[in-house]
């Protein structure tokens, strides 16, 4: 088994959160375990979504022992300490189509990574976020301007070890965007086809997503505790249901100002400050140099006094 690509993380009681984030977010993950913090642990906080554990158990003494099962299984057995886990599983990468670009991402994947801890396609094909909609072959949404989006990636800020909620993903491109980052992100759509075109665009970008089905805010309820969320949709009442979980942060938008000062509320109510920035973006024909598309957004962030 190449370790070109494998994450390495240790992992705590304390923080163990962060460690299964990571398990979530990337396809090859080694983890070094401590008491309160190990196989079944990891198991039963992934939940869902499903990998395949390699517990690796005492080893260099006669005790060693490898055993091969599934996440939902580990928590079925009692492991001797100290023991790591490899962590394998996720949708694989599928390189960007058209170009020497995309055969090189193919050349890659067969002959092996160039940096440890990225997938062997690293860097991939496209270069850069907030990328118009024929970049990932759909039509955006009003709310997914590349505008809005690169201010609030900005403010989402994804790192190795978050877990991010995209709460109406629409076309999946603000998440897809995310997870590139290496942050853990769980996106939430009512519409069916939403979520259809979602994960077939994380494929697409070999990024991993888990996707979700379901109405804001009661689908929340269920969901692991998350470091920021991000709102394409719901409103204040939606807003003050991931207030209560108390994220980092929370990014959003609204249409009118009207909708702008009742998330702001919201926000504030949670016990969040709030910054409120008018987005006003105009996209020119440069064949004539004339207005081909006007957006104009109210762009929220509201995060915790203390961070």
């Given amino acids: 088994m190449p370790w070109d690509d494998a994450q390495v993380v240790v992992a705590h009681s304390r923080d163990l959160r962060r460690a299964v984030n990571v398990c979530r977010a990337h396809t090859k993950v080694a ?16 939940g869902p979504v499903h990998r395949t554990f390699v517990i690796c158990e005492a080893l260099g003494t006669e005790r060693e022992q490898v055993t091969v099962l599934t996440s939902d299984k580990a928590a079925d057995h009692a492991w001797r300490d100290p ?16 170009g020497p670009a995309a055969g090189a991402a193919r050349g890659a994947l067969q ?11 690293y860097p991939g094909a496209v270069r850069g976020w907030a990328l118009p909609g024929p970049a990932y072959g759909t039509v955006l ?10 201010l609030q990636l900005a403010r989402i800020g994804p790192r190795l070890g978050d877990l991010v909620w995209d709460i109406g993903a629409g076309s999946g491109a603000a ?15 009512r519409d069916p086809a939403a979520c259809e075109r979602t994960d077939t665009l994380a494929r697409r970008f070999g990024v991993q997503l888990q996707v979700v089905q379901g109405v804001a805010p009661e689908v929340l309820e269920d969901l692991p505790e998350p470091d920021v969320v991000r709102i394409g949709g719901g409103g204040a009442p939606v807003v003050a249901a991931c207030a209560a979980r108390r994220p980092e942060r929370i990014v959003t938008h ?27 973006s105009v996209e020119l024909d440069t064949r004539g140099w004339t207005e081909r598309e006007r957006a104009v957004a109210f762009m929220l962030c509201g995060h915790r006094p203390h961070q």
């Fill in 254 to 280: 609204a249409a009118t100002r009207d909708e702008a000062e009742a998330i702001g509320q919201a926000l504030e109510d949670g016990g969040y400050a709030v910054e409120c920035v008018l987005l006003q």
């Fill in 31 to 46: 983890v070094l375990t401590s008491p309160g913090a190990g196989p079944a642990e990891l198991a039963l906080l992934l």
């Fill in 83 to 98: 023991n790591v886990v490899i962590v394998i599983g996720g949708s694989g990468i599928t390189p960007v189509r058209g």
């Fill in 175 to 189: 998440a897809v965007e995310t997870a590139g980052f290496g942050a853990a992100v769980i996106t939430v759509d």
């Fill in 141 to 150: 949404g009003e709310s997914e301007s590349p505008q809005l989006r690169a």
């Fill in 111 to 121: 002959s092996g990574g160039w940096i440890a801890g990225r997938d062997p396609g």
